[in-house]
Each structure stands twice: as C-alpha cells, then as structure tokens.
C-alpha cells in the first residue's frame, strides 16, 4: 500500500519558519522523483520545488527561491522542505508528489496546512 504522509505544517508568523516532512511507504523511494506542491484558497495548485531521485538536482519555484530547501534522505524514505523567511502569501495546503523515473505511476500525499499570519 502506497503511502505519502506529510507532517510540519501549521500556524507561524510572517518571518518564521517551518519544516515539512514527507514520509514514504510502499514504493521503492530511490527510484522516484519528489516534489513539493502548494494549493492556496481559489488557486491553482503550483510546484513549489522538485529532487531528484538521488538528491543530486533541485529546482524551485522563483516565488521560493532563497528561501525554501528541498532534501532527500533515501535510506529513511523521507522528503523535507525547509522554509524560512515565510510571508503571508506561502499560506496554503502543501502537497508531497510522487513521480518514477518513467513517469509511469505517480502518488500524491494527503497535504498539510501551512498559514503564515501575525
């Protein structure tokens, strides 16, 4: 049974930081891609930042550049996104994704709420 399961979200003023966590089961980790996508309320849902299958190449969103840090630990199944620096507009559900090297199977956490408010 594959599994995405994120933790780390929550309520932090504007400045601060948070740590997400995506802990995965069910699946050979190391032979996928991951990423981190967000969904605001009435928006379209957006890659935040993406790792590939060995940690060896990132990529981000220019919104989070600077200030988001995506890692990979292949031995413990986990995905993090560290972020700090946080704004008003980071605020929304943040999503663990899923993709295998062939792009042939896919798989999508359940997300976890992110608000950035004084």
């Known amino acids: 049974q594959v599994q995405l399961v994120e933790s780390g979200g929550g309520l932090v003023q504007p400045g601060g930081s948070l740590r997400l966590s995506c802990a995965a089961s069910?699946?050979?980790?190391?032979?996928?891609?991951m990423r981190w996508y967000r969904q605001a309320p009435g928006k379209e849902r957006e890659l935040v930042a993406g790792?590939?299958?060995?940690?060896?190449?990132?990529n981000y969103a220019n919104s989070v550049k600077g200030r988001f840090t995506i890692s990979r630990d292949n031995a413990k199944n986990t995905v993090w996104l560290q972020m700090n620096s946080l704004k008003p507009e980071d605020t929304a559900v943040y999503y663990c994704?899923?993709?295998?090297?062939?792009?042939?199977?896919?798989?999508w956490g359940q997300g976890t709420q992110v608000t950035v408010s004084s």
């Open positions: 790792i590939s299958s060995s940690g060896g190449s990132k």
């Open positions: 069910g699946f050979t980790f190391n032979n996928y891609r």
């Open positions: 994704y899923a993709v295998d090297l062939a792009y042939a199977n896919d798989y």
